[in-house]
């Protein structure tokens, strides 16, 4: 009999526990989501606040990194895995980025532009570029070939160029001699005597003297495919080395004739130049116009970072040139277009 009113004691102890913890839990609770309530905004405040402070030791972590340990923060070099920067060549970029931008409904992260070797530095587009956080593209393109380069005629012109980026201050990418692997431009295979060895040698010598020029990132821009296929113009035997090459670039263009999609165009040198273990970005391409051109720009660029993770940007050749580049050649191919916009 004990034994069962022992029992029947121990029970009643359990319960009246459970009890006390039943409600000690939910007045916690209604205490909780009463403040969560009071001030909503306050918990996504330090949501917000974890994420930034995440991204911000990503970004040291990128400066870093950097090459000769110089301390570059540039708004271009993203440490996150799935963004992507876009950007545009607009043909005059003071004249036609407003329109272009509200065209599309999004301002660039990249604006395009062709520089001679004869020209000044576009310090024009400081105001419109790079105090409006863009990054400026620079083609810088050559009227002579690399024999003309090495032999230290043209150093003026190099360092002028390299003082004036400087001065800029603003995020650069430069591209000198892009699409080399094409035998069309001056700089271009087996124009004045060029090759791959010449091309080299003309990089580093160019490279040298922006070492102190933290404002500028160098991109080695190759066609998608080499004319001619040739041993002695692939890909590999154009880069410079690691420590002269920031970005790798490819530029490519579906003509229309035939009609090449976006991964025809790509996926195979998107694999080639994967060896080089370098950011990517497409940093010339776009389509001719036609019933298909919308098409071609919802399933290559928006879907490029699923196809393509290595790729950190693009660039679009908005210009009437050798076909309709622009992505207003019909309705269709302007609201795919701003769809696509990262």
Known sequence: MRTYFLEINLLLIAIVLIS?????????????????????????????????????????VQVKDEPGGQQKVLSFASTSPTAIQWGSYVGDGIKNLPSFETLVGKKVDILAVFVGWNDDFPTELLNSVGNSGKTLLIFWEPEFGYDNVLDSSHDKDIQSFASAAKMYGKPIILVPFPEMNLNEEAWGYGKNGNSAKKFVAAWQYVHNYFVDVPNVKFAIDYNNESIPDTIDNKFEVYYPGNAYVDYVGLSGFNYGSPWQTFDQLFSIAIKNVSIFDKPLYILSTASAAGSEKAEWIYDGLGNISQKYPSIKGWVWFNYDKEEDWEINSDNASLQAFRSVIP
Not at 23 to 46: A, M, T
Request: aromatic share 10%.
């Open 20 to 60: 006390i913890f039943l409600v000690h839990n939910d007045i916690y609770r209604k205490y909780v989501l009463s403040n969560q309530f009071k001030n909503p905004e306050g918990s996504s405040q330090q949501v917000q606040a974890q994420v930034q402070n995440q991204t911000q030791v990503q970004a040291q």
